[in-house]
């Protein structure tokens, strides 16, 4: 339900529970529209600290400094699910929290959000929950396919999560996810994974972004490209079950829903992020409106901005196993490429694995602009052009 609420005008305070890439994104995008920012980070040489007016290093369950972030800032909001209610209520006391800990409280935990789309009537894939391995068993016999098994709360990228494809695996499987709850998915025909954002403003104006369609290799996101090539039946349909979801959960900010789409074309919710989302990233150069300028906007209570596709766009994720040896990726060759930019996150560690930044290449269609982003990244690896790191 809509609630009348006053905006945050430029020159306000925005407060961010989370200063990785996305809260520095988000920082650099309200910065541009004049607003103050602080954010709170577990890290001290997070990717947010040098874009903001002041970063608080501390413990995203340190309820003390999430009220220190929130005195003074006209609205909070967060970057990541890993931020404790505790805190959230915490900043609450201070300023408002958007998106809100009643919202949070269903999305960070996966048996619930499962059990919750259900009971709203939102389409998922067949699953149960497993609190044992014996129980992971048995739900691998029931379904007789191959199970995903997925921790209740934490991991990303793959993190948190098993495969198991034999009875006897499953009591490894449980003893290295290490919980005490998990959802277990069976596994699908899968003809192909897209996602699409929802923003909605306190006063209850919603703007649906154009679906993205997503690459993963080892269950870690490689590219994106939107609009994503999907009949227009299906990016229709995406864009309901958004917005449903968005006004059942009262959202205040951002929501990404992840689908799996079946050989048969059925359209099924995966996950909930209510957050900017990697898999959106091209919007700063495809859309009329960023995914970041709108997070803005929708917890400022500000008129939502246009989504509209300006041009096909793809990003591609640099994980930090290009920086091996020392040396920097050969960024002036990807440069080179009409209609490709370089966007690093400022991280000062490159580990494998890790996101240190993204490609962005535009085309005429969404293969070209995908076909791009191949070359960019391919050239990145190309060695003569590079300088060692100090």
């Not at 997070?46 to 369950?61: G, L, P, Q, W």
């Amino acid at each position: 339900m809509a609630r009348k609420t006053s905006p945050v005008l430029p020159g306000g305070t925005l407060a961010i529970l989370g200063g990785g890439q996305l809260g520095r994104m988000m920082s650099m995008a309200a910065r541009t529209l004049g607003y103050h920012v602080r954010a709170l980070d577990p890290d001290p040489s997070c990717a947010a600290r040098f874009v903001v007016d002041h970063c608080i290093t501390a413990s995203f369950e340190d309820e003390d400094a999430a009220r220190e972030l929130a005195r003074g800032a006209d609205v909070v909001t967060l970057e990541i699910e890993k931020v404790s209610l505790a805190s959230m209520r915490a900043a609450g006391e201070f300023a408002p929290v958007r998106p809100g800990p009643a919202l949070l409280a269903i999305v960070q935990d996966r048996v619930k959000q499962k059990q919750w789309l259900v009971r709203h009537g939102f389409p998922v894939g067949p699953f149960s929950i497993a609190r044992s391995a014996k129980d992971v068993a048995r739900a691998l016999r029931e379904s007789r396919k191959p199970v995903f098994v997925k921790a209740s709360h934490g991991g990303y990228d793959g993190r948190g999560q098993a495969f198991v494809a034999a009875p006897d695996m499953a009591a490894a499987a449980w003893a290295d996810l290490s919980c005490k709850a998990a959802v277990v998915e069976h596994a699908l025909d899968l003809k192909q994974e897209v996602s699409i954002l929802v923003a909605r403003r306190p006063s209850g104006q919603t703007a649906v972004f154009p679906p993205s369609q997503n690459h993963h290799e080892d269950r870690i996101l490689v590219y994106s490209v939107m609009p994503a090539p999907i009949p227009k039946r299906l990016a229709k349909q995406a864009e309901e079950i958004a917005r449903g979801l968005a006004e059942a959960l009262s959202l205040e900010g951002l929501l990404v829903v992840e689908f799996f789409v079946t050989r048969d074309g059925e359209l099924l919710v995966n996950e909930l992020a209510p957050r900017p989302h990697n898999t959106f990233h091209g919007t700063e150069v495809g859309c009329v409106t960023s995914q970041f300028e709108q997070a803005v906007r929708a917890i400022c209570d500000l008129p939502l901005g246009s989504t509209e596709s300006t041009r096909p766009v793809a990003i591609y994720n640099l994980l930090g196993d290009l920086w091996a040896g020392g040396e920097a990726p050969a960024f002036d060759r990807a440069l080179a490429l009409p209609g490709v930019r370089v966007h690093l996150y400022g991280k000062r560690e490159a580990r494998p694995g890790r996101k240190m930044g993204h490609l962005t290449a535009l085309g005429k269609t969404p293969a070209a602009a995908i076909d791009l982003a191949m070359r960019a990244k391919k050239a990145l690896e190309v060695s003569g052009s590079r300088v060692r790191r100090t």
